[in-house]
C-alpha cells in the first residue's frame, strides 16, 4: 500500500517542492499552481521572488488572501479562481 487513509499523504510539501524547483532551478518562464490551500502561500511567495511568472489557480474562493497577495510582486503572480 502506497497511502493509507490515517497517514499524511505530503501533497502540501510535494507541490510547494515542484513550485521551487521549477521556479528556481529550471528557469521556467512561467509556472501554474492550481490550489486554493493556503499552507502553500509561502512556496508562492518565494517562487514570485524569483521572477518567475506564477499563475494560480484557485479552485473555490479561499479565506482571505489580501495580506499574502500584498507581498507578491503583480508583474509575477496572477490569480484566478475557477468557479
Given at each position: 500500500?502506497?497511502?493509507?487513509?490515517?497517514?499524511?499523504?505530503?501533497?502540501?510539501?510535494?507541490?510547494?517542492?515542484?513550485?521551487?524547483?521549477?521556479?528556481?532551478?529550471?528557469?521556467?518562464?512561467?509556472?501554474?499552481?492550481?490550489?486554493?490551500?493556503?499552507?502553500?502561500?509561502?512556496?508562492?511567495?518565494?517562487?514570485?521572488?524569483?521572477?518567475?511568472?506564477?499563475?494560480?489557480?484557485?479552485?473555490?474562493?479561499?479565506?482571505?488572501?489580501?495580506?499574502y497577495?500584498?507581498?507578491?510582486?503583480p508583474?509575477?503572480?496572477?490569480?484566478?479562481?475557477?468557479?
Amino acid at each position: 500500500m502506497c497511502v493509507l487513509r490515517d497517514e499524511q499523504k505530503l501533497v502540501d510539501v510535494m507541490l510547494a517542492t515542484d513550485l521551487l524547483y521549477l521556479a528556481r532551478g529550471c528557469s521556467q518562464p512561467c509556472v501554474v499552481l492550481v490550489s486554493s490551500d493556503q499552507d502553500l502561500w509561502p512556496a508562492i511567495l518565494e517562487a514570485s521572488d524569483s521572477g518567475t511568472v506564477l499563475v494560480h489557480v484557485q479552485t473555490q474562493s479561499a479565506s482571505d488572501t489580501r495580506l499574502y497577495e500584498r507581498m507578491v510582486d503583480p508583474a509575477h503572480y496572477r490569480k484566478t479562481t475557477l468557479v
